[in-house]
């Protein structure tokens, strides 16, 4: 058995993303990431981002008025899981 790399990117979006969740507006500062956001059923909201750069990006992230700044490192897959 293969695993591609598709199959580790939809194991790491479902650990996160629950059924049931709906997708959520947000805002982010750096146009080159690729980015989700849901609020699952128990109220927690996953955001996951994707950098597909070769350099590691700081990134502000703004959710109902409330932002947050971190850095995501070069060609990975980074989840933040904002509790109810």
């Known amino acids: 058995v293969y695993f591609t790399p598709l199959y580790y990117t939809m194991s ?4 996160y993303i629950r059924p049931g969740a709906k997708r959520i507006g947000f805002e982010h500062s750096e146009p080159e990431l ?3 956001a849901a609020q699952n059923p128990d109220g927690s909201i996953a ?3 994707f950098n597909p750069t070769m350099k590691r990006t700081s990134v502000k992230l703004n959710l109902d008025g409330q ?3 971190f850095s995501i490192d ?8 904002i509790p109810s």
Request: positive net charge; hydrophobic residues 50%.
């Open 67 to 69: 932002a947050t700044e």
């Open 74 to 81: 070069r060609k990975s897959i980074q989840t933040i899981v």
């Open 12 to 15: 790491h979006f479902s650990r």
């Open 34 to 36: 690729m980015m989700t």
């Open 47 to 49: 955001v996951v981002l």
